[in-house]
C-alpha cells in the first residue's frame, strides 16, 4: 500500500466520522464556542471605541451641519 492511499482512506474515515451528529455537537460546543467566548471577551473593548468614535463623528457632522445652517439663514 502506498503513502497516499493510506492518507486518503485516513482522511475519508475522518470525514464521516466528523459528519456525524454527535461529533459536531462536541465540536461545536467544546471546541469553538469557548474560543469564539475567548475572542469576544478579548475584542469587545476595541468594539466599544470604535462604537464609540462611530458615535462621536455622526455627532460632530451633525453639529457642523447645524452650524452650517445657522450661519447661513443668519444673514
Known sequence: MSFNI?????????KEELQ?????????????????EQ???????YFICVGAIFIAVIVV?????FLNIKICYSK
Request: net charge neutral; proline share 5%; charged share 20%.
Open 6 to 14: 493510506v492518507v486518503n482512506k485516513l482522511l475519508a474515515s475522518m
Open 20 to 36: 456525524k451528529e454527535e461529533n459536531i455537537d462536541v465540536i461545536r460546543n467544546d471546541i469553538i464556542k469557548p474560543v469564539v
Open 39 to 45: 475572542i469576544f471577551l478579548v475584542m469587545y473593548p
Open 61 to 65: 457632522i451633525f453639529i457642523i451641519l
